[in-house]
T-cell receptor
Framework: GEDVEQSLFLSVREGDSSVINCTYTDSSSTYLYWYKQEPGAGLQLLTYIFSNMDMKQDQRLTVLLNKKDKHLSLRIADTQTGDSAIYFCAERYSGYSTLTFGKGTMLLVSP | DGGITQSPKYLFRKEGQNVTLSCEQNLNHDAMYWYRQDPGQGLRLIYYSQIVNDFQKGDIAEGYSVSREKKESFPLTVTSAQKNPTAFYLC??????????????FGPGTRLLVL
């Protein structure tokens, strides 16, 4: 079956950069997404990248895509305590409307 | 305000009881989705609907049913056949057109607990 893999936990200090990694399965995936989930809440779309892109930057967020290795990363610059949450990577296969999610990476930011 | 609403926030189910979770959106989105989230797990797709009066099973549809009579609404019924219903249920919607095709936006979730 298809799996999107993420490391389960990341701990950083406030002000440092955080890098959350994800490997996906389908080289024909068209869109790749990063969502943030705070405790007891729904998912908030952070950013997305098309498969024909290598990088996308949006304020403190940088997404890098390595299609050869099927590797996606989310870098958060100047990480704040408010960034503490679970981050989900998701992919959408070409020709399909549904998303496949990883199990999420819990980011803990300490003061 | 445009968005997706889910109700109730918490729901308790007794053994053998069917319960219905509400999901409403005023984003004029065509597609709607239901996911189940268990602790330490990713999201698993239960059902989805791309258009009114049509829906498809996701990966874990057994024990669940849906309807899509209106564009704005996609209620999920957890039937007594679902033996392990305790989970966090998330509804999402998307507008499958243009550059942002299939970008899904999520509601705040409903936590279902079994008494």
């Amino acid at each position: 079956g298809e799996d999107v893999e993420q490391s389960l936990f990341l701990s950083v200090r406030e002000g440092d950069s955080s890098v959350i990694n994800c490997t996906y399965t389908d080289s024909s995936s068209t869109y790749l997404y990063w969502y943030k989930q705070e405790p007891g809440a729904g998912l908030q779309l952070l950013t997305y990248i098309f498969s024909n892109m290598d990088m996308k930057q949006d304020q403190r967020l940088t997404v890098l895509l390595n299609k050869k290795d099927k590797h996606l990363s989310l870098r958060i610059a100047d990480t704040q305590t408010g960034d503490s949450a679970i981050y989900f990577c998701a992919e959408r296969y070409s020709g399909y409307s549904t998303l496949t999610f990883g199990k999420g990476t819990m980011l803990l930011v300490s003061p | 305000d445009g968005g997706i609403t889910q109700s109730p926030k918490y729901l308790f189910r007794k053994e053998g009881q069917n319960v219905t979770l509400s999901c409403e959106q005023n984003l004029n989105h065509d597609a709607m989705y239901w996911y189940r989230q268990d602790p330490g797990q990713g999201l698993r797709l239960i059902y989805y609907s791309q258009i009114v009066n049509d829906f498809q099973k996701g990966d874990i549809a057994e024990g669940y049913s849906v309807s899509r009579e209106k564009k704005e609404s996609f209620p999920l019924t957890v039937t007594s056949a679902q033996k392990n219903p305790t989970a966090f249920y998330l509804c999402a919607s998307s507008k499958p057109s243009g550059v942002f095709q299939e970008t899904q936006y999520f509601g705040p979730g409903t936590r279902l607990l079994v008494l």
